[in-house]
């Protein structure tokens, strides 16, 4: 009787409410309530620290050490021991936790309630992992890829692409609401150049589609022209007047050379399967106009040599606003666009996705739009997501041999190629149908090129290398790719042994326990990345469950055959169960990545 009464004495974490159950933050408050409890007069002392995994516990908190010195700076001398062991005595209660005690020094460790861990995964079996909608959503802007007309999209480009899409899908999957935004470069002076080229070379242009396929041959002969032929000079010029003020032949000229460029860009999002509106500097024309006027008005503009620039006390350098000869410049468009997303599309949160080389532009953006109002920081959060450099096997900038900035297109296609020697290595192409191989091949080679990005840390370079991506073993895309294939194997192989399911998920296995643990740092894992938007940790954590599977599906049966007949003979559902739940997870991880899954390859 004592029993159960002290059960409805506990604080239940109610599941109905949390399908993405943040262990770690449940008993990060759990401690920080219980400290707060213990010493009252202590100061804050932010979060304790909680880790997971030691051998000794499930979770355990290190947080005595610095309460005794904080209490002995009062002139308090309290052993950490103690100290842990008041700790403990005022913890609340709460059914995730089976038992907590301390360890010498003042560890306290955690054990957690098995029954409660099953009825969570039992969960996800019925549900699968979708989150609740937020009570509170947040719009979150994020603003990647963002390639230029008539230039190269680039690998700084598809870096880009993969960081921002994968954030993307994570803020999404939490349940932001989430605009996507291809910020492209497709307005500004060279776009005079262009046009008189186009206009000379191609007068019919508005009839026949002239061949400009190759926009970067185009655009260097423009250039050549523009800077040798004072008259062509003065013609740009005045196509970059006639194309602001929207005059309809400029205007259907200028449209005219971006569709050929995001023909290109298409490309590559068709195949990266990337989801993302294009809304380039052009669309913020109007809005850079009356931007420069606000600032003007208001004082914030500096005349300097001729050009308008603006100064926060906080920035070492200014932004340019207004050209000296009246053009707009990408911090123009950028100041426009920031006032746009905040007073138009109302955002809680922008977040800008580019090479750590423009950190100085963001943080510059960011301190003169405080400075001028148009961003409150307590309202509206700015982040600035940078990335390293992609790096040869040479370790130098990544180029081609000939030393041109690498096609998108061909890498693709290298990566597809290489990907589909590999499986006919394996003879793979004996055991797949076809439409199974290209399946394969694909999901092998885009998977391998977004994951060999995302799964360092964003802000290192990183060295671009078919062979290492393409490997089947260490942390890979082609690993996991296996790893769950495998898994959906055995749930398959099943046959007519899958009609009684109802068992209980089994965790009574030391293994089987370690892996339900891993699985459930998910959510753990997905907080961190809205944080620091790092995608390392989501990696990090799906290579971390695959290992653990393994260990698992080598210490605990989930099928005995007939050694003789290969007949299956008996089938340990409360095994397959944690199989199933697995392969959700690891879809679930991989899918945030952008990588497709497939049932065979
Ligand atoms: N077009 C720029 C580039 O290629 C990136 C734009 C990033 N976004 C922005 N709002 N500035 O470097």
Known sequence: AKESNEKSNMDSVNIEDHSLINLHSILISLFSNAIKKAYPTLEDIGQPAVSAGSKFADYQCNASMQICKLLKAKGENVSPN?????????????????????????????????????????????NKLKPKPLTNPQRVIIDFSSPNVAKEMHVGHLRSTIIGDSLSRVFEFIGHDVLRLNH????????????????????????????????????????????SDPEFKKR???????????????????????????????????????????????????????????LENKGFLENDDGRKIMWSPESSIPLTIVKSDGGFTYDTSDMAALKQRIEEEKADRIIYVTDSGQSVHFETLKKCAIHCGILDPS???????????????????????????????????????????????????????????????????????????????RSHDYIFSFDKMLEDKGNTAVYLLYALTRIRSIINNLGTHTQDLNEPISLDHEKEWKLAKTLLRFSEVLSKITEDFCLHHLCEYLYDVATTFNEFYDNCYCIEKNSQTGEIEKVYTGRILLCKITAEYMNTGLTLLGINTVSRM
């Open 184 to 227: 492209i470069g497709d307005w500004g002076t060279q776009f005079g150049m262009l046009i008189a080229l186009l206009q000379d070379k191609f007068p019919d242009y508005k009839t026949v589609s002239p061949p400009i396929n190759d926009l970067q041959e185009f655009y260097k002969q423009s250039k050549v022209l523009f800077d």
């Open 82 to 126: 103690a100290v842990a062991k008041k700790v403990v005595e005022c913890l609340g209660q709460c059914d995730i936790i089976e038992k907590v005690d301390v360890s010498g020094p003042g560890f306290i460790n955690v054990w957690l309630s098995r029954n409660k861990l099953r009825e969570i995964l039992q969960y996800v079996l019925e």
């Open 379 to 457: 309202k509206v959060l700015m982040d600035f997501v940078g990335f390293g450099v992609v790096l040869g096997e040479d370790k130098k900038k990544f180029k081609t041999r000939s030393g041109d900035t690498v096609r998108l297109v061909g890498l693709l296609d290298e990566g597809v190629k290489r990907a589909r020697d590999k499986l006919v290595e394996k003879g793979r192409d004996k055991v797949l149908t076809d439409e199974e191989l290209e399946l394969a091949e694909t999901a092998v080679a885009y998977g391998c090129i977004k994951y060999a990005d995302l799964c360092h840390n």
């Open 236 to 294: 740009a010029y005045d196509c970059v007047v006639k194309l602001q003020s929207m005059s309809p032949d400029h205007v259907q000229a200028w449209k005219l050379i971006c569709d050929v460029s995001r023909e290109e860009f298409q490309k590559i999002y068709k195949r990266l399967n990337i989801n993302i509106i294009e809304r380039g500097e052009s669309f913020y024309q109007s809005r850079m106009e009356n931007v420069v006027k606000e």
